[in-house]
């Protein structure tokens, strides 16, 4: 039986095309409208791995997402950074002036933000995905409606490019995880790992936190921190670390704990950062 792979999106989304990059398959893509029911189909196994943006390094991270790992309790075996160039597109015949609409996915408008400062009088709008739009748009013949996506999509829906590369930043990237159900059992040490701690809501709690994962000569590639639902006003840590030596890692997590931190590993793989 073959992988199945889910993601959020549809052909010509960034989704699709880091699936494609990481699985090579086509018809082993299972597109699910939002994120919940990637993590869904994963948790509960009609998927073997899914596919999820986290990151992105103009408009920041995709916080829902960490929560969804955490509930869901997927567990993260690898990652992947797609460099992103956006592309205003709209039915062949249409002029930038004919647009009082551009539709798009909500972290490709963010990125893409100070694009559209010069076009005051076009709505933006949030949809599902980038690709969708534009199949949408070609589907319905939406003449005064423009897709923010990529250059696949345009060929995929058959849309002409009227503005190339409109990201706020030339270089944009965003990183993707893959998930999976269940711990899997590499044999390559790994280079990279994701954790959820949570510490008591005390005075140089963080400075030690910290200061015990530099001590282990562990690289903090980010931190982020997410309320905790359940304890109004109290937050955890999402924290990535790449690892040099192994034990160090090790003992670290150990210290952290004997000091009263709780830590849930939420995946150790190979860093892919570019
Ligand atoms: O809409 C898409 O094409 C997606 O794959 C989603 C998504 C995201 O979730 O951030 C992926 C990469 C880009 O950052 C913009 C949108």
Redesign the pocket.
């Known amino acids: 039986m073959s992988t199945k792979i889910a993601i ?2 549809i052909p010509g ?4 095309q880091v699936a494609l990059e990481c699985f090579g398959d086509a018809s082993s893509i299972k597109c699910y409208d939002v994120f919940e029911q990637v993590a869904k189909s994963v948790a509960e196994g009609s998927c073997d791995f899914g596919i999820m ?1 986290i990151e ?1 390094s103009i ?1 920041g991270a ?1 916080l829902p997402n960490y929560d969804l790992i955490d509930r869901h309790k997927l567990y993260i075996d690898g990652e992947h950074y ?1 460099p ?1 160039s956006h592309n205003l597109m709209a039915l062949p015949g249409t002029t930038l002036e004919d647009l009082t609409e551009v539709q ?2 909500p ?2 408008l963010l ?1 893409c933000h100070n694009f559209f400062e010069k076009y005051p009088t076009i709505k933006l709008t949030s949809e599902k ?3 969708s739009v534009a199949k949408k748009i070609r589907q319905n013949g939406l003449s005064a409606i423009g897709a923010i ?2 250059k696949t999509a345009a060929d995929i829906y058959g849309l002409d490019i009227l503005a190339e590369d409109i990201q706020s930043f030339k270089e944009n990237y ?1 990183r993707f995880i893959l998930l999976k159900s269940g711990k899997s059992t590499g044999v390559l040490p790994p280079s990279k790992a994701s954790l959820k701690i949570t510490i008591k809501n005390e005075k140089g709690g963080l400075a030690k936190l910290l200061t015990t994962l530099a001590e282990h000569d562990l690289d903090l590639s980010k931190i982020q921190s997410i309320p905790l639902m359940e304890r109004p006003w109290d937050y955890a840590f999402f924290i990535d670390v790449l690892i040099s030596d192994w034990m160090q890692y090790k003992n670290s997590l150990h210290q952290l704990e004997t000091t009263g931190a709780t830590v849930k590993i939420l995946g150790e793989y190979i860093n892919q950062k570019p």
Do not use: R
């Not at 989304?13 to 699709?16: E, G, K, L, M, N």
């Open positions: 959020q999106g989304s960034f989704h699709h943006a992105n408009a995709i797609l992103i798009s996915h972290m490709a990125q995905d980038t690709a996506a990529s965003t």
